[in-house]
């Protein structure tokens, strides 16, 4: 026998079944439906919301989108997710329309409202809501959790994808928040609300309510006033936290928060935002504290517009930016008499990315500190290193290199991350840099060095450099002495013939070198022909490693003089003794003979002195 049993002809496509009660959708959600259904022990459901639910399916462990959703059976216990919850499936709608699982087109119900505010606890340890789909545009406190109160807990977890449109204080976690204390949170959920308060995050943080190292990356679009990237409102503190959603408001519209009358600190927002009075890139409106934050983003409206705070009614605000390349208006649209400015700078995208502008700011330029933010010169503007991992760089190819003449260059690395490094977020490439491009060695641990290059974003690396050392060995050049020659002269040789050189780096020439080229070897007082070593040294140099290297004299043999004709004539002066040594042979009257050298030999070793020329 089947009782008390029902199927919903709608969501399944089927207007009979053998057993059972055929019911629409509507009443599919509504409780008086279930005839015979004990919602007291057994069954629960939340009227005109969802279809019934096992009490059963309650517990403080989540680890189902019903269990979720059964956190407003007890709205002051303890809640932990067990694991991601993806809610795309259960609040989508069939291909015919309807909706099977539990909840309808309106989605999911927000846990806790005005009347009845969460009070408990809820630590996601780390893992993600995803696709929340709320469509409630006629209610107020339309978020995952509709409204908290003093006490509330919520920490530790992520919203990815999803949509939530509500009628006023839509958000994707928070409705309003009344001195629950939200940290370490981040959603990326797109928020519309028909009418006052909308926010990436919270709707409204009131009471000195606490959102704390947190960011939110959706678009927002609120039809009233009081909209932010971050949240709505804020009477409490906002502090170490971002949003980059572009915003859309009428009325105290802000990148981060529409309207501030607590505390911001240590903030910053990057998306356009647009409203139509009081307009800011981080507020549309500033009646409290607002420190150590900056604003990148474009931002339009008519009155009371400007790059950091549309209005400074009240109130402080100091030590904080905009970006002049995004927006050419004030850093603040409007300053009431009461209000005090101090330090607020508009800086182009360049001067945003130079640490040297953020003196004031708990910043590091460097890894592994315990700084608030940390930026990266001339790659970025300041981040917040809470949202960062940290990571530690080992150079490969430093170690030992031969003298360039450059004190800088690249190197491969590894980290301490191994193969869960995410490739895509390690930007750049590793340099390094040396006090002096001369030989010698150079270490990171006394600043003789310096690792860099490599670069991340805000949800990437604080990146530091394992300590390092570098050696320029001397550089190889050999100087070479150029041969040289002469014929004998009788003469000691002296000096060399120049020398040529081998192995100059980087364009260097001579002129880098100490000392005095000195020549040696047995060529130095050579005079008789033959082969003489010509050697060179004196020559020093820090940089490079001088090998000397021989050149060779050589001096040639004297040629015999020979006259230019051996039939020339016997020159006139010696005439007369000529002809007297023809006369001995009986000719008085012969001419001077030709001789041949031989002649002129035999001429010489009998005593007489010949004439220059035929000796």
């Not at 269990?67 to 997710?81: G, H, V």
């Amino acid at each position: 026998t089947v009782t008390n049993s029902y199927w919903d002809m709608d969501s399944t496509g089927q207007a009979s079944s053998a057993a059972g009660i055929g019911i629409d959708s509507t009443n599919a959600r509504t409780q008086a439906t279930y005839a015979g259904f004990d919602f007291t022990n057994t069954w629960v459901m939340f009227e005109g919301d969802t279809r019934p639910m096992l009490r059963g399916e309650y517990s403080t462990t989540l680890f189902t989108p019903h269990a979720l959703q059964l956190m407003a059976l007890d709205l002051s216990a303890n809640y932990r997710l067990g694991t991601d919850l993806n809610l795309g499936a259960a609040l989508a709608a069939g291909g015919n329309g309807y909706y099977s699982d539990v909840w309808g087109a309106a989605g999911f119900k927000p846990v806790g409202n005005a009347s009845t505010p969460f009070t408990g606890s809820l630590d996601g340890q780390g893992h993600l809501i995803r696709d929340l789909r709320i469509n409630r545009t006629n209610e107020s406190e339309v978020a995952l959790i509709g409204q908290t109160a003093s006490g509330a807990q919520i920490h530790d977890l992520g919203m990815v994808g999803g949509s939530v449109h509500g009628g006023s204080n839509a958000a994707s976690l928070v409705g309003i928040n009344y001195g629950g204390i939200l940290s370490d949170l981040h959603t990326n959920v797109t928020i519309s609300s028909t009418a006052r308060g909308a926010g990436g995050l919270v709707a409204r943080n009131r009471d000195n309510g606490i959102i704390r190292n947190s960011y939110a990356t959706g678009d927002v679009s609120g039809a009233e006033n009081v909209v932010g990237g971050l949240t709505g409102e804020n009477w409490g503190l906002v502090e170490n936290s971002y949003a980059t959603g572009n915003v859309t408001g009428v009325v105290f519209t802000g990148g981060l928060v529409g309207a501030n009358t607590g505390t911001i600190r240590n903030a910053y927002a990057t998306g356009q935002v647009q409203g139509t009075q009081y307009v800011g890139g981080l507020a549309g409106y500033s009646g409290g504290l607002i420190e150590y934050t900056y604003a990148t983003g474009d931002v339009s409206g008519v009155t009371s517009v400007g790059g950091l705070v549309g209005d400074i009614s009240t109130g402080r605000v100091a030590d904080s930016f905009w970006n002049t390349d995004t927006f050419t208006g004030p850093g603040a649209g409007t300053i009431g008499g009461s209000a005090t400015v101090e330090s607020l700078r508009g800086l182009d995208s360049t001067a945003l990315r130079d640490a040297s502008n953020y003196a004031t700011w708990n910043l590091a330029t460097s890894g592994g500190s315990n700084a608030v933010w940390r930026i990266y010169e001339g790659q970025t503007a300041p981040l917040l290193r809470s949202f960062m991992q940290s990571v530690t760089v080992t150079a490969t190819d430093i170690g030992n290199k031969t003298y360039d003449g450059q004190n800088s260059g690249t190197s491969g690395y590894t980290t301490d991350l191994g193969t869960t490094l995410d490739d895509d977020l390690l930007l750049g490439s590793l340099t390094y840099s040396s006090a002096s491009q001369n030989a010698g060695s150079y270490s990171t641990t006394d600043g003789g060095l310096s690792l860099g290059g490599l670069y991340s974003g805000q949800q990437g690396y604080d990146i530091s450099y394992a300590d390092t050392t570098l050696t320029i060995d001397k550089a190889a050049l050999t100087v070479t002495a150029n041969d040289a020659s002469k014929t004998y002269d009788g003469l000691a040789f002296t000096g060399g013939n120049g020398v040529s050189y081998s192995g100059f780096v980087n364009g260097e020439d001579v002129g880098v070198l100490g000392g005095a080229l000195v020549y040696g070897g047995s060529a130095q007082g050579a005079i008789n022909t033959g082969s003489y070593a010509i050697s060179s040294h004196g020559l020093t140099s820090g940089n490079y490693a001088i090998t000397f290297v021989d050149g060779t004299l050589t001096i040639s043999g004297q040629p015999q003089a020979q006259p230019s004709n051996p039939a020339a004539e016997i020159p006139q002066a010696y005439s007369s003794i000529l002809a007297s040594l023809q006369h001995n042979i009986g000719d008085d009257n012969a001419q001077p003979p030709s001789f041949d050298s031989g002649d002129l030999y035999r001429i010489a070793d009998s005593g007489i002195r010949l004439p220059e020329g035929l000796e």
